[in-house]
């Protein structure tokens, strides 16, 4: 048994060296004729260099060349750069014979020549001047290198009859460079090209050969490249023939509605995006003081309202309107004709073919480039769907929490303020944890289906049902308490509520968010009171704004008689947002609220049966019935005071406040053509899918729409 041991030990021993022998005479020979190879190289540049050689002379060295390193010309290697055509000592005749190429005619599908002009020098290699030309090597089939040296020469038979640059000595016997790895930035002529700062990758790979082999790249040098957008597919679809008769009336009409819709629609003088000067591309820096004030002179101007529309003159003995408006009959005739557009037969079927043929282009577009525009984002580096800022354009500041985060606020006050005074009710005043008491609930009882404030399926083409989930538990006093702003504690659990929603979002740093407060119209102090309410509170962040909206409630407010007449809900809204902008002291907590605010909301139950306008309605004045005014009505007024005030604070260098209305959720088709007369954008406009006609012309004018897809 220990004889057999022996034997299979001494067998073991012989084999392996067998093997090794065998290893070191396939690496000896390998190496000869790598050196071989770069002597024949330097044999070659020579003769190429030295006018004094008869032709037979360089003939029989070149056939020599050619014996030698025949087997170094035969593919190109995975690890290995090609280096299959290298200047000199290559005549006509060898070329055609053996598939090579001179260096001076590269045919368009070989990379470009990289050469370097005598007296410069690469940036990797010494100051030796470079006599050689260089085509740089094809592309490997792997995008990354082999890790180890041995794993690249002898891993293949093809393999062993292949070069690389960095493994051949550089340096010939007189000491001139003879390889060289060229930088990126150089061209053919040796010059150095600048690199834009948009194409600059930052790379963390080592620099410098190992052992003859390029280290690994790391993965995310791979995909940091720019995108190829010259690639994509681009399809253009060229009319065969000429127009007929009605589809020059159809265009004609639609270009005129543009036009109409050019004539209201505020825009500024100039563009937002032109004001600003970003000298750093870096993040912008945070305000250091939001709410500081300086105190601002009243200027000259004099407003007063008139049917319902605030008209502004440079000072009171003047009657010189600065900046009219369109009335209520023009209008409202404007929006007649819009309407009588959108119902002719020849328009709709030119619109409906033209939004096919557009839906159309674009599926094709996918499937022609969608791989490509996803390898294109994903190379972008430092950007995922997680660290691209996002903006929720449609969020009720009331809703702004989760329901787990309200859940949790609800049971820490619970739990550490149950004394806490909070609400009046009935003659009485009540504690937090008296209210709970009333309400037959504990702070364990308490969880996140019995809060019951989260939007499911039953709130579908429910408005009722959507307004009632705003009250957690199903009860308006909790409501009152932690989602009210004007209640008995002054609106100060809101307040903190709202600060940790903001932690939230500056610890994300890329979601941003417009929260929308409600302005009711029922009292002027409205505005002075939120406005103080966001100011004591410092509820300020860089990811976060404000919006406007106004509820459509008139009737109710009539009904209780909070309000006499609709112009009672205009002066209420739009008196004290003029009286600040003239006068900024007058309002300062206003003022400073105003700079964070962007918009302006017009919000209700869309689905509520209503009546047309006519082109002649009545004043707000005269509007003293029960009945809500219609849609359109609501519309013009809020625009018509919108677009002068925009116009009055742009002129003193104030911050505007675009018009956004709810449009198209629901109801009549004219909600959106009002819109399309008077809005900057809309939110929802699910109806634009009946009209062809408004959707095109949606198109056209490049109105957005506001979603919430997440």
Same mark, same amino acid.
């Given at each position: 048994?220990?004889?057999?041991?022996?034997?299979?030990?001494?067998?073991?021993?012989?084999?392996?060296?067998?093997?090794?022998?065998?290893?070191?005479?396939?690496?000896?020979?390998?190496?000869?004729?790598?050196?071989?190879?770069?002597?024949?190289?330097?044999?070659?540049?020579?003769?190429?260099?030295?006018?004094?050689? !008869?032709? *037979?002379?360089?003939?029989?060295?070149?056939?020599?060349?050619?014996?030698?390193? !025949?087997?170094?010309?035969?593919?190109?290697?995975?690890?290995?750069?090609?280096?299959?055509? =290298?200047?000199?000592?290559?005549?006509?005749?060898?070329?055609?014979?053996?598939?090579?190429?001179?260096?001076?005619? =590269?045919?368009?599908?070989?990379?470009?020549?990289?050469?370097?002009?005598?007296?410069? /020098?690469?940036?990797?290699?010494?100051?030796?001047?470079?006599? $050689?030309?260089?085509?740089?090597?094809?592309?490997?089939?792997?995008?990354?290198?082999?890790?180890?040296?041995?794993?690249?020469?002898?891993?293949?038979?093809?393999?062993? @009859?292949?070069?690389?640059?960095?493994?051949?000595?550089?340096?010939?016997?007189?000491?001139?460079?003879?390889?060289?790895?060229?930088?990126? #930035?150089?061209?053919?002529?040796?010059?150095?090209?600048?690199?834009?700062?948009?194409?600059?990758?930052?790379? #963390?790979?080592?620099?410098?050969?190992?052992?003859?082999?390029?280290?690994?790249?790391?993965?995310?040098?791979?995909?940091?490249?720019?995108?190829?957008?010259?690639?994509?597919?681009?399809?253009?679809?060229?009319?065969?023939?000429?127009?007929?008769?009605?589809?020059?009336?159809?265009?004609?009409?639609?270009?005129?509605?543009?036009?109409?819709?050019?004539?209201?629609?505020?825009?500024?003088?100039?563009?937002?995006?032109?004001?600003?000067?970003? /000298?750093?591309?870096?993040?912008?820096?945070?305000?250091?003081?939001?709410?500081?004030?300086?105190?601002?002179?009243?200027?000259?101007?004099?407003?007063?309202?008139?049917?319902?529309?605030?008209?502004?003159?440079?000072?009171?003995?003047?009657?010189?309107?600065?900046?009219?408006?369109?009335?209520?009959?023009?209008?409202?005739?404007?929006?007649?004709?819009?309407?009588?557009?959108?119902?002719?037969?020849?328009?709709?079927?030119?619109?409906?073919?033209?939004?096919?043929?557009?839906?159309?282009?674009?599926?094709?577009?996918?499937?022609? @480039?969608?791989?490509?525009?996803?390898?294109?984002?994903?190379?972008?580096?430092?950007?995922?769907?997680?660290?691209?800022?996002?903006?929720?354009?449609?969020?009720?500041?009331?809703?702004?929490?989760? *329901?787990?985060?309200?859940?949790?606020?609800?049971?820490?006050?619970?739990?550490?303020?149950?004394?806490?005074?909070?609400?009046?009710?009935?003659?009485? &005043?009540?504690?937090?944890?008296?209210?709970?008491?009333?309400?037959?609930?504990?702070?364990?009882?308490?969880?996140?289906? %019995?809060?019951?404030?989260?939007?499911?399926?039953?709130?579908?083409?429910?408005?009722?049902?959507?307004?009632?989930?705003?009250?957690?538990?199903?009860?308006?006093?909790?409501?009152?308490?932690? %989602?009210?702003?004007?209640?008995?504690?002054? $609106?100060?659990?809101?307040?903190?509520?709202?600060?940790?929603?903001?932690?939230?979002?500056?610890?994300?740093? &890329?979601?941003?968010?417009?929260?929308?407060?409600?302005?009711?119209?029922?009292?002027?102090?409205?505005?002075?009171?939120?406005?103080?309410?966001?100011?004591? @509170?410092?509820?300020?962040?860089? @990811?976060?704004?404000?919006?406007?909206?106004?509820?459509?409630?008139?009737?109710?407010?009539?009904?209780? $008689?909070?309000?006499?007449?609709?112009?009672?809900?205009?002066?209420?809204?739009?008196?004290?947002?003029?009286?600040?902008?003239?006068?900024?002291?007058?309002?300062?907590?206003?003022?400073?609220? %105003?700079?964070?605010?962007?918009?302006?909301?017009?919000?209700?139950?869309?689905?509520?049966?209503?009546?047309?306008?006519?082109?002649?309605?009545?004043?707000?004045?005269?509007?003293?019935?029960?009945?809500?005014?219609?849609?359109? &009505? &609501?519309?013009?007024?809020?625009?018509?005071?919108?677009?002068?005030?925009?116009?009055?604070?742009? /002129?003193?260098?104030?911050?505007?406040?675009?018009?956004?209305?709810? !449009?198209?959720?629901?109801?009549?088709?004219? #909600?959106?053509?009002?819109?399309?007369?008077?809005?900057?954008? =809309?939110?929802?406009?699910?109806?634009?899918?009946?009209?062809?006609?408004?959707?095109?012309?949606?198109?056209?004018?490049?109105?957005?729409?506001?979603?919430?897809?997440?």
């Amino acid at each position: 048994m220990e004889s057999y041991a022996i034997h299979l030990a001494m067998a073991a021993l012989v084999g392996a060296s067998l093997v090794a022998v065998s290893a070191y005479y396939m690496h000896r020979k390998t190496l000869n004729q790598l050196l071989e190879f770069a002597k024949t190289v330097e044999r070659e540049r020579e003769d190429n260099s030295d006018g004094g050689d !008869s032709p *037979q002379h360089m003939k029989k060295r070149r056939s020599h060349a050619r014996r030698k390193g !025949s087997g170094y010309y035969r593919r190109s290697s995975a690890s290995l750069p090609d280096v299959t055509a =290298i200047s000199g000592g290559i005549d006509g005749d060898d070329h055609r014979r053996n598939g090579l190429l001179p260096v001076d005619g =590269i045919p368009a599908g070989l990379p470009r020549l990289h050469t370097l002009p005598e007296g410069k /020098s690469t940036e990797l290699a010494s100051s030796a001047k470079r006599t $050689g030309n260089l085509i740089r090597p094809t592309s490997p089939k792997s995008p990354v290198a082999s890790a180890s040296a041995f794993e690249s020469v002898e891993g293949s038979d093809d393999e062993d @009859n292949m070069t690389d640059n960095a493994k051949l000595g550089t340096v010939g016997p007189d000491g001139k460079i003879l390889f060289e790895n060229l930088p990126n #930035h150089v061209n053919a002529n040796g010059e150095q090209i600048p690199i834009a700062p948009s194409s600059m990758i930052r790379s #963390h790979s080592v620099s410098g050969d190992l052992h003859g082999v390029q280290p690994d790249p790391i993965a995310a040098d791979i995909l940091r490249k720019e995108p190829e957008q010259e690639t994509f597919a681009k399809l253009k679809i060229t009319p065969t023939e000429v127009p007929s008769t009605d589809e020059v009336e159809v265009y004609v009409v639609l270009q005129e509605c543009l036009e109409l819709r050019k004539r209201y629609v505020f825009s500024e003088t100039v563009a937002p995006w032109e004001k600003e000067i970003i /000298s750093d591309p870096s993040t912008p820096k945070p305000n250091p003081a939001p709410f500081f004030y300086t105190s601002e002179g009243k200027s000259d101007h004099y407003f007063e309202m008139q049917d319902g529309v605030v008209h502004v003159y440079p000072n009171k003995d003047s009657r010189e309107e600065l900046f009219p408006v369109a009335d209520a009959t023009t209008f409202f005739t404007d929006l007649h004709h819009i309407l009588r557009v959108i119902a002719a037969g020849n328009i709709r079927t030119l619109c409906h073919h033209r939004l096919n043929l557009l839906e159309q282009k674009f599926n094709l577009h996918l499937m022609l @480039n969608a791989d490509r525009e996803f390898l294109a984002q994903k190379s972008a580096p430092h950007r995922d769907f997680y660290n691209v800022r996002k903006v929720d354009t449609h969020v009720h500041h009331s809703a702004c929490m989760n *329901q787990k985060h309200l859940l949790r606020f609800i049971k820490s006050k619970l739990r550490k303020e149950p004394d806490e005074v909070v609400i009046f009710r009935d003659g009485t &005043y009540l504690t937090l944890k008296e209210v709970f008491e009333s309400l037959d609930l504990t702070g364990y009882d308490l969880n996140v289906d %019995l809060l019951d404030v989260h939007a499911d399926k039953s709130t579908f083409h429910r408005f009722d049902k959507f307004n009632l989930k705003y009250n957690p538990c199903g009860q308006s006093r909790l409501r009152e308490i932690f %989602l009210k702003q004007d209640n008995l504690i002054q $609106g100060r659990f809101l307040a903190e509520l709202t600060k940790q929603v903001f932690s939230d979002l500056s610890a994300s740093k &890329y979601q941003m968010a417009e929260y929308r407060i409600s302005i009711y119209g029922r009292k002027q102090s409205e505005w002075d009171q939120m406005a103080s309410w966001i100011v004591n @509170n410092e509820l300020y962040s860089e @990811n976060v704004v404000w919006l406007i909206q106004l509820p459509r409630l008139y009737n109710i407010y009539k009904e209780m $008689g909070i309000v006499t007449s609709f112009q009672n809900i205009l002066d209420n809204i739009f008196i004290p947002l003029f009286e600040v902008t003239i006068d900024p002291d007058s309002h300062p907590q206003l003022h400073v609220f %105003l700079k964070q605010v962007v918009g302006l909301d017009l919000v209700d139950d869309e689905s509520k049966p209503e009546r047309r306008p006519t082109k002649h309605m009545p004043t707000p004045a005269q509007w003293t019935n029960v009945f809500n005014p219609a849609f359109s &009505y &609501y519309v013009y007024y809020c625009y018509a005071n919108l677009y002068t005030l925009n116009k009055l604070r742009e /002129s003193k260098g104030m911050t505007t406040i675009k018009f956004r209305p709810h !449009s198209g959720e629901a109801g009549d088709i004219d #909600h959106l053509a009002a819109t399309f007369l008077t809005a900057n954008n =809309i939110a929802h406009g699910i109806n634009l899918r009946k009209s062809p006609v408004l959707q095109y012309l949606y198109y056209l004018a490049q109105v957005r729409r506001k979603d919430s897809y997440l």
